[in-house]
């Protein structure tokens, strides 16, 4: 067995601080009043060393990395951001995809191995606070030490046995059909692992991320882990966000979760990067139909102007080319039927907007000014699309 690096070592010791903070928020639940507050120190403790362990652990990844030979097989960071924390990849890297050689250490083969997985995202999360603390008037419905507390409790097993049901039934409707040959081996090599989270661990990594309020689901690239917060209570709204997050991470296997490319009329590459509220609006708008074409009606629509624009697009240049886009990246197809039907530039044009609500309005504008007025009426009969423009955008 090869000698672990310092950076393994110290990620061993996280764990194991994440699991005794664990077990001592647990003590503090079901202990007598009298022993209460010294669990409750006891727990906040483990939690500031547990804090230490995290930065030496970060100090030591960073110290590694360093020593690493220059590679090409990633471009410079892109300014729409990064994938996982890493630059967004070539237009052949990311058209690769990924299967499970990419993130070995990071494949889950159990509930259990996740949860830990959860427990050492919270520390991280809690890491980057303390790095980077928040605004004065940033509004958190608790204080930060409590809802680290709260989040590192593992919630009771009401929605367990169901969940299991829907991530099976779920992963059965990604079939090579759905996926293709390539990105359903890959899916069936790696099945996703989800876990049931408190709610406030989505409201402190939203705050990690700057921005205030809960959140129901995530996907953590480079791992086969998805979250579901246990406040969603409605069968039909956890079956949607299961397959939300379970699509967030076949598109990463697939090369989607790498950024948008397309190659232009002359085969030239073009790189766009993550475009955040194109790829929340696919990918609720998937998991929207996917769900609903098997009998299962979700009470809302998550990301409405995202996924209105992404339902225009799917109108326009139809629903295959435009899964396969969704799934991997490559938007080449996608964007000559959106310039060919409402002119040249469009797609480009709506790539840069900077969120769901302005993308929505450009695309709209340019479908009733295009030289042929595209008839939006029937398309809007559909039913996501009709609860989507009934929903507040944000």
Request: with cysteine; charged share 20%; glycine share 8%.
């Amino acid at each position: 067995m090869e000698p672990r690096t310092l950076p393994q070592r110290l990620e061993d010791a996280e764990h194991a601080a994440a699991d005794t903070l664990r077990h001592g928020a647990g003590l503090e639940r079901i202990a007598p009043p009298p022993i209460q507050p010294e669990a409750r120190r006891i727990a906040d403790s483990t939690l500031s060393a547990m804090r230490y362990v995290s930065d030496l652990a970060n100090f030591g990844r960073g110290l590694e990395a360093s020593a690493q030979p220059p590679t090409d097989r990633t471009a410079p960071a892109s300014p729409r951001g990064s994938v996982g924390g890493r630059p967004i990849p070539t237009f052949d890297m990311a058209s690769r995809g990924h299967d499970s050689s990419d993130f070995q250490d990071t494949r889950y083969a159990s509930v259990e191995d996740a949860r830990e997985h959860s427990d050492l995202l919270i520390n991280r999360v809690l890491q980057k606070l303390d790095d980077h603390p928040l605004p004065a008037n940033f509004v958190l419905s608790k204080p930060l030490e409590e809802l680290a507390r709260m989040a590192m409790n593992e919630p009771d097993g009401t929605h367990s046995q169901a969940d299991s049901g829907r991530v099976l039934a779920i992963s059965g409707w990604l079939d090579a059909n759905y996926l293709g040959t390539t990105l359903s081996g890959r899916f069936g090599a790696a099945p996703p692992i989800l876990t049931n989270e408190s709610p406030a661990l989505f409201e402190i990594n939203n705050a990690a991320e700057g921005y205030s309020g809960g959140g129901n689901g995530l996907y953590l690239p480079f791992t086969n882990h998805v979250m579901i917060s246990a406040a969603i209570a409605n069968p039909a709204d956890r079956t949607c966000i299961i397959a939300h997050e379970t699509l967030h991470y076949a598109a990463f296997l697939g090369g989607g979760h790498d950024g948008m490319r397309y190659r232009d009329a002359e085969g030239k590459p073009t790189v766009l990067g993550h475009v955040p509220w194109l790829h929340e609006g696919l990918t609720e708008l998937h998991a929207q139909q996917l769900v609903r074409s098997h009998g299962t009606t979700p009470t809302y629509v998550g990301y409405p102007a995202e996924t209105l624009t992404a339902f225009y697009l799917q109108q326009i240049a139809g629903a295959d080319v435009t899964r396969a886009a969704f799934l991997s990246g490559d938007f080449t197809e996608v964007r000559r039927s959106v310039d060919a039907r409402l002119g040249n530039g469009t797609f480009d044009s709506l790539s840069r907007t900077d969120n769901g609500t302005d993308a929505l309005a450009f695309l709209v504008g340019r479908m009733d000014d295009a030289p042929v007025r595209v008839e939006r009426s029937v398309w809007d009969r559909n039913p996501v699309a009709r609860i989507a423009w009934a929903t507040p955008f944000e």
